[in-house]
């Protein structure tokens, strides 16, 4: 294990401004936090903060604006490389000064351009800082260049990472960049690594990377009190638990449904820290997490636990080089070997059965990807938090698949609960809320 952080104690002198009704501070063992100064409910928009920079996932090219990712028909393609689209030309204009790094050198590579979203990012970010004379509005309660980056608890698999992107960096940008020197930009890497979000659709579908300093203090918990959530490339930061002033406001880093070893697992591996949280400590939801059949002896249990945890590394590393069908296969295989064991409600038998579903809706097999889909609606709403944006999306996608297939009825009831979660982690005026009532007055 990872040893748990220590991040340097605050200097207020660093501070470049603040957030109405939240205070910077030392968190007690966390390092700096933020905290509210007055009480909220649940719903409550604790602060907005614009990305200080963002890419566009490659993938997403055509159906969101390469600029303020807004998601719309018709977008306007750039008349050079043809792969950057934008609302109109407003769009385009602004975003000109980060698509000039990438647009010729498209052109140019053809095919070969392939640099991480990372690498993407970072080129961004070299510009931007650039051009930049002030804090910018991202940069309010913390700068940029504040952001832990962890450079020495990165094993040798992680820097040769941060290496290869680099040599990218050089490879596709070296045109329009200054590059700093070796040490400082693998510094910047790995800020950026360690602090970077991914922005998500309502489906939880990847959109693309950003960097959001002032975000970047929020603290983790299992039990976070406050969810992000993203509107264009801004992030919005909304209470999902009643607060009161003085409290620390966290968001949870990392999907919650897996017990409390695997979270820490992935948390010490990407944000090098083990999480102290009350769920942490009390491990009350383990059991429901892991539940295996009556009469399943301990030795089994615990040689399938060790054998679920490999089959999701290896599907993971699987998802690149195997075709769909036999991706499905691994699963049904997976499936009924942990079957013989674990209940259907285990965590491990429920993330399969989500690759599965994923794997059908690629397909286009849409019976199989409901009939998944229907498998996990139950025990992600007993494990999930009422409030939880995997609830929702679960939701969202059943629901929309059921309207697919003409089951109008199962459909509605489905996105009617989706919208009752994000009314309250998106706030009523986002519009996915606007696209999900049109959606479910179609017939
Ligand atoms: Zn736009
Ligand atoms: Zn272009
Ligand atoms: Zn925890």
Not at 353 to 378: H, P, T, W
Request: glycine letters at 4%.
């Amino acid at each position: 294990m990872v040893p748990l952080e220590h991040r340097p104690p605050d200097s207020l002198s660093t501070m470049t401004g603040s957030i109405k009704g939240l205070e910077r501070f030392d968190s007690p063992g966390k390092g700096r936090g933020l905290r509210v100064l007055k009480a909220h409910k649940v719903g409550d928009l604790l602060f907005s903060c614009p990305a200080y920079s963002s890419v566009l996932a490659v993938e997403e090219r055509g159906d969101y604006c390469a600029f303020c990712f807004n998601r719309k028909k018709d977008l306007a393609r750039c008349g050079k490389c043809k792969k950057a689209f934008y609302c109109n030309a407003k769009c385009q204009k602004a975003d000109w000064i980060m698509h000039k790094l990438e647009c010729s050198a498209m052109v140019a590579f053809g095919e070969k351009w392939c640099p991480s979203e990372i690498t993407r990012l970072v080129a961004r970010i070299l510009v931007k800082k650039k051009s930049q004379k002030e804090p910018c509005l991202s940069e309010k309660m913390m700068q940029l260049g504040e952001m832990q980056s962890h450079l020495d608890d990165m094993d040798s698999e992680k820097r040769q990472t941060s290496e290869s992107d680099m040599a990218q960096l050089h490879h596709f940008y070296s045109k329009h960049l200054d590059f700093p020197d070796h040490q400082e930009l693998l510094h910047l890497f790995s800020q950026v690594s360690c602090n970077g979000f991914t922005i998500e659709d309502e489906e939880l579908s990847h959109l693309g990377t950003a960097v959001y300093p002032d975000v970047a203090l929020l603290n983790h918990s299992c039990l976070p009190n406050a969810i992000i959530t993203f509107k264009g490339t801004s992030a919005e930061i909304r209470a999902i638990k009643v607060m009161k002033p003085g409290d620390e406001v966290f968001i949870s880093y990392i999907d919650l449904l897996y017990p409390t070893d695997d979270r820490n697992n992935r948390l010490s591996d990407s944000y090098f820290f083990i999480c102290k949280c009350q769920e942490c400590k009390s491990r009350s939801q383990d059991k429901l997490k892991l539940k295996v059949q009556k009469r399943s002896k301990k030795e089994d249990v615990s040689s399938m636990e060790h054998y679920a945890r490999k089959a999701i590394q290896e599907f993971r590393a699987a998802k690149i080089c195997k075709t769909p069908s036999e991706l499905l296969d691994i699963c049904e295989q997976s499936l009924e070997k942990m079957g013989s064991v674990f209940e259907e409600s285990n965590v491990y038998m429920l993330h399969v059965m989500y690759q599965a579903m994923g794997v059908c809706l690629f397909m286009e097999d849409l019976e199989e990807a409901i009939r998944y889909g229907q498998k996990l609606i139950k025990p992600y709403s007993q494990l999930y938090s009422p409030l939880s944006l995997n609830l929702s999306s679960l939701f969202l996608k059943l629901g929309r698949l059921y309207l697919t297939v003409d089951k109008h009825p199962a459909g509605v009831n489905l996105l009617k609960k989706a919208m009752a979660i994000m009314e309250v982690v998106h706030g009523k005026d986002h519009p996915y809320l606007a696209e999900l009532s049109k959606q479910m007055k179609q017939k």
